[in-house]
């Protein structure tokens, strides 16, 4: 469900047609509706309000301030992987006790940082990381809250890049030495064990792969409470996916309802870390046609969006729906959207059959409000989008596009190459 429609063929967000934004704020741009993502934050909610716990939203999928004060005004917290993550959070408002910290490589730095503004707990992935999490709690004279993050090795189905679950993997503890772990954990001074947490990938479209993996934790959690560690969170992670094309991923309910039928019995505040289904369809990238070109063996359509704007079809080849802005009549054509970038790889879609485009017309690429925008690049040296929120028929720009002044702004010439270069020869001779 989502909030871009068409009204009279003019593709609408909530209540403002999308060709208004692209006059007052130019193209490319990214587009939220706030009415979706508020809507998917609280079916999310809803479908565990019977269950003590968390909607952690995993702030990599989109790490905008306002996006973030949203949901922590709902009520939730979020999941960060980085330093910058978590100041982010901090900015936007959101408390330190709904923060949990995964990620494979968290420096003395970030560490610290964390256990200055009293995180939930660090999820951690390895025995060096928790021992170097002990000497930093032990150094500032407190004791850092943890949940250890377990590979249950599960194949969660989806594209290799972002699957997270298995053996293979770099992420988490493999189960077998999980209970040792535990057990080392449990003889640090400045350690506490709140929890365990698993995060088996990101879109997928089947229950079972969570199903089994929540099989597994069960199966360690009995164990651990026979050495004495009571598990009092459990973090099951983000990873439900959503529609791009023909897709069929269960419904938070039926996710939420398998979850809690084989949690049954079971006494601990859930976390879940949802990214991509809360803002994946509550966004789109916009962009505008330059020109159309015809090869021997291609058509291709032109847009000034480009793989530094939306990397996802480029990184791992992801299909994202395209749609005109106005909706006409027109012949339709097998045509390759591409965008102004200096490599074959910038595409948007390949051999999309679409109605004919000409210069000029705007177009919409749907459910990338996901690690679009947060995954975008300033390559080719090109100023990242501005990002606006519409709720109902007001519009608001929660990033404004960058300036090439922007861009320049952190770089330094050194002293030895400041003569200016208008002072070196000519080659022309002129
Ligand atoms: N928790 C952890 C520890 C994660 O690593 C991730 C995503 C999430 C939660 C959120 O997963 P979600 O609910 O969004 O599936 N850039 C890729 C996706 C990378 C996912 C990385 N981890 C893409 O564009 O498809």
């Known amino acids: 469900?989502?909030?871009?429609?068409?009204?009279?063929?003019?593709?609408?967000?909530?209540?403002?047609?999308?060709?208004?934004?692209?006059?007052?704020?130019?193209?490319?741009?990214?587009?939220?509706?706030?009415?979706?993502?508020?809507?998917?934050?609280t079916v999310f909610e809803q479908a565990f309000d019977d269950v003590p716990h968390i909607t952690c939203f995993s702030v990599k999928s989109n790490s905008n301030l306002a996006i973030l004060r949203l949901f922590a005004s709902l009520?939730?917290?979020?999941?960060?992987?980085?330093?910058?993550?978590?100041?982010?959070?901090?900015?936007?408002?959101?408390?330190?006790?709904?923060?949990?910290?995964?990620?494979?490589?968290?420096?003395?730095?970030e560490i610290e940082f964390a256990l200055r503004e009293g995180i939930l707990m660090f999820n951690i992935e390895s025995t060096q990381e928790l021992e170097a999490i002990n000497s930093s709690a032990a150094g500032m004279g407190i004791r850092a809250s943890i949940a250890l993050r377990v590979n249950p090795d599960v194949d969660p189905k989806t594209h290799p890049y972002i699957s997270t679950g298995l053996k293979k993997n770099k992420f988490g503890i493999d189960i077998e030495s999980a209970v040792k772990a535990y057990e080392r954990a449990k003889n640090l001074d400045h350690i506490e064990i709140l929890g365990l947490d698993c995060h088996i990938g990101s879109q997928l479209t089947e229950i079972s792969p969570f199903v089994d993996a929540l099989k597994r934790l069960r199966l360690l959690i009995e164990r651990l409470s026979g050495i004495g560690v009571n598990i009092r969170f459990l973090d099951l992670g983000g990873g439900l996916g959503i529609v791009y094309d023909q897709e069929t991923p269960p419904h938070p309910h039926e996710y939420a309802s398998a979850i809690k039928e084989e949690l049954s019995g079971l006494s601990c505040t859930l976390i879940f870390e949802p990214?991509?289904?809360?803002?994946?369809?509550?966004?789109?990238?916009?962009?505008?046609?330059?020109?159309?070109?015809?090869?021997?063996?291609?058509?291709?359509?032109?847009?000034?969006?480009?793989?530094?704007?939306?990397?996802?079809?480029?990184?791992?080849?992801?299909y994202?729906?395209?749609?005109?802005?106005?909706?006409?009549?027109?012949?339709?054509?097998?045509?390759d959207i591409v965008g102004p970038i200096c490599e074959s790889g910038d595409f948007?879609?390949?051999d999309r059959s679409l109605p004919m485009m000409q210069p000029g017309d705007l177009v919409a690429v749907m459910s990338a409000g996901a690690y679009g925008f947060s995954m975008s690049s300033n390559y080719n040296t090109r100023p990242r989008c501005?990002?606006?929120?519409?709720?109902?028929?007001?519009?608001?720009v929660i990033r404004r596009r960058e300036t090439w002044e922007d861009l320049v702004s952190l770089e330094s010439i050194p002293v030895f190459l400041t003569a200016p270069p208008e002072s070196a020869p000519d080659p022309t001779g002129r």
């Open 1 to 41: 469900m989502h909030h871009f429609h068409y009204r009279d063929n003019e593709l609408f967000c909530e209540d403002v047609p999308l060709s208004q934004l692209a006059d007052e704020f130019g193209t490319p741009c990214y587009v939220y509706s706030h009415a979706t993502l508020h809507h998917h934050f």
């Open 75 to 109: 009520g939730g917290g979020v999941d960060i992987v980085s330093g910058g993550e978590l100041y982010r959070a901090r900015r936007a408002g959101v408390p330190p006790r709904k923060i949990v910290y995964s990620g494979v490589g968290k420096t003395k730095e």
């Open 275 to 318: 990214g991509r289904v809360i803002v994946g369809n509550a966004g789109i990238l916009m962009g505008k046609v330059l020109y159309t070109k015809r090869t021997l063996s291609k058509n291709f359509v032109i847009l000034d969006a480009a793989m530094n704007d939306l990397v996802r079809p480029s990184l791992y080849g992801s």
């Open 320 to 335: 994202h729906h395209i749609q005109p802005v106005f909706r006409r009549e027109r012949e339709m054509e097998m045509v």
């Open 348 to 350: 948007l879609a390949r």
């Open 386 to 396: 501005p990002e606006i929120l519409v709720r109902g028929s007001e519009a608001h």
